[in-house]
T-cell receptor, first 115, second 114 residues
Framework: SQQGEEDPQALSIQEGENATMNCSYK?????LQWYRQNSGRGLVHLIL?????REKHSGRLRVTLDTSKKSSSLLITASRAADTASYFC???????????????FGKGTLLTVNP | DADVTQTPRNRITKTGKRIMLECSQT?????MYWYRQDPGLGLRLIYY???????NKGEISDGYSVSRQAQAKFSLSLESAIPNQTALYFC?????????????FGPGTRLTVL
């Protein structure tokens, strides 16, 4: 079953604008990760935020995490045509022993950045 | 060279055929995963392996089997392929020595079952 759910499902913006994608999840987490997937290719890890962090930056990416609301957002500033891709959030549950450490992915947000 | 490779990249087969998808990695990671991706459904975990002797079912393992031949190799088999197994398949790895489970993906295998 899907743990993370991204919103919106699709987003279309102009180059130079900011893009915000949201992720909601259901159970407690160790960390939350964002991945990018260019059409038909493998996912690439973008950024990870731990459960005790509220905000994290990496270049033009800004991620926030609100564990009380079980939600995260990914902001891409000054978007470029090359940012066109699908973006997925993935949740990593707390280690409760046994075979753990498997991520649960959401369904993704398709971002289109128009030149 | 890519750290996580998958072969074949594309495969068209017929219902009932046995298919093997292979994954190799040079990252030295213990953990390996197989996912399938269907339009609108995101990624779903088929099987995962935390070392050569530890293999676990994911959420959609029915109709699939796996083999961890070595730390670097993890194969996915479809014993008798059916059309609803048409999908994009990804292998991934992660490093057991870190607590964060960042995963590294292969380029994917596009499988079509006619």
């Amino acid at each position: 079953s899907q743990q993370g759910e991204e919103d919106p499902q699709a987003l279309s913006i102009q180059e130079g604008e900011n893009a915000t994608m949201n992720c909601s999840y259901k159970t407690s987490i160790n960390n939350l990760q964002w991945y990018r997937q260019n059409s038909g290719r493998g996912l690439v890890h973008l950024i990870l935020i731990r459960s005790n962090e509220r905000e994290k930056h990496s270049g033009r990416l800004r991620v926030t995490l609100d564990t009380s609301k079980k939600s995260s957002s990914l902001l891409i500033t000054a978007s470029r045509a090359a940012d066109t891709a699908s973006y997925f959030c993935a949740t990593d549950p707390p280690n409760s022993g046994g075979s753990n450490y498997k991520l649960t992915f959401g369904k993704g947000t398709l971002l289109t950045v128009n030149p | 060279d890519a750290d996580v490779t998958q072969t074949p990249r594309n495969r068209i087969t017929k219902t009932g055929k046995r298919i093997m998808l292979e994954c190799s990695q040079t990252k030295g990671h213990d953990r390996m995963y197989w996912y399938r991706q269907d339009p609108g459904l995101g990624l779903r975990l088929i099987y995962y392996s935390f070392d050569v002797k530890d293999i676990n079912k994911g959420e959609i393992s029915d109709g699939y089997s796996v083999s961890r031949q070595a730390q670097a190799k993890f194969s996915l088999s479809l014993e008798s392929a059916i059309p609803n197994q048409t999908a994009l398949y990804f292998c991934a790895t992660s490093d057991a020595s870190t607590p964060y489970n960042e995963q590294f993906f292969g380029p994917g295998t596009r499988l079509t079952v006619l």
